[in-house]
């Protein structure tokens, strides 16, 4: 049976959302946590049992047009589930000491497992209940992550509860009414044996419709986004021939919050081709880019195909311009360390 707080507008502020536990689930949840024959792990495992089991009948309840599925792997104190194309981590405990969540460091980071939603349940199972305590989104994860460079300790993030939103209808809302690539993931590389990882996943840019004057909101023009005083000489020849946008990329702490700009630049060319050229510039008004900074070209099949790095006092890194016929796709990757952003590039 699934309850929540049904009086006046004031109460439903104050008071959490409560999902009633039914006779079945502890069953459910005893025979799962049996099967593991580690016996330090039987408690949290039978935890996150009762929060899985209780979250997907809630959801089920809520927005039936949604598919919900359960994920069998529980990893330390969590579990998922997937509702939709949306990803869900469930961190189930007993109780919040010092109102903080910990989250394992590989949900977050590792590809396989980082999800869109970050949802804290606290498993009451003497009162036959568990309250949802809020839900996190991944992108604010990172943004918080980055705001106060927060590391991890023994693997673990401690992320205050109040971070958290409390209101579970906005969870709702998000599963109705937002798509999965609006809150990206991080994806991981196969170029390099390290598989660096990248926290923006983005959709294919075509930049034939430049030359049509069509762009996406997030390409802005070069002015805008570069200082021409601290940047004086863009080494781009015909500067009034063809179409060219810069988007600003953020690397996170691996930059100290810094960003850099990634100029692109497209003309037509005899035979039917199309010249491209690629740059990278400190973006904010710096004069110089970070050393160590990494500019890559890679085929569509993640071959890389040229590759520049920045020097101290580098003002901006360039690759040899090419060409190609339209139709033509391929990646530019940006990195730093073991951090990358790549994005999608259609001629």
Known sequence: MLTS??????????????IWLEPEYFDQAKNISSQSSDESSQWQNYLNTLALIALEEWLKERIPEKSISKQSQLIEN??????????FCIIATENLLHELVYLPKNIVEDPELATHF?????VLEEQEEVIVRGCLRYDQLVNYQNQVSLQPQDN????????????????LFYCRFLEPTSIPLPVAEMTTAAKPLEYMQKSTIKLSQWLQDIFDETWQTVDS????EANLVYSIRNVDEGAKRAKLLDLGMQLGNQNVALLVKIKEEPEEKLAILIQLHPG???RCLPPNLKLILLSKAGKILQEVQSRNQDNYIQLKPFKGEQGKRFKIQVSLGSVSITENFEL
Request: hydrophobic residues 35%; proline residues 10%; aromatic residues 12%.
């Open 5 to 18: 707080p049904n009086n006046s507008t004031d109460f439903r502020l104050l008071l959490p959302e409560v």
């Open 118 to 122: 970050y949802v804290v349940l606290e």
């Open 78 to 87: 969590t579990c998922s589930l997937n509702v939709g194309d949306f990803k």
């Open 225 to 228: 986004l570069i200082n021409p």
């Open 156 to 171: 673990y993030y401690k992320l205050p509860l109040s971070l958290f939103d409390t209101e579970p209808n906005h969870l």
């Open 284 to 286: 904010g008004g710096a």
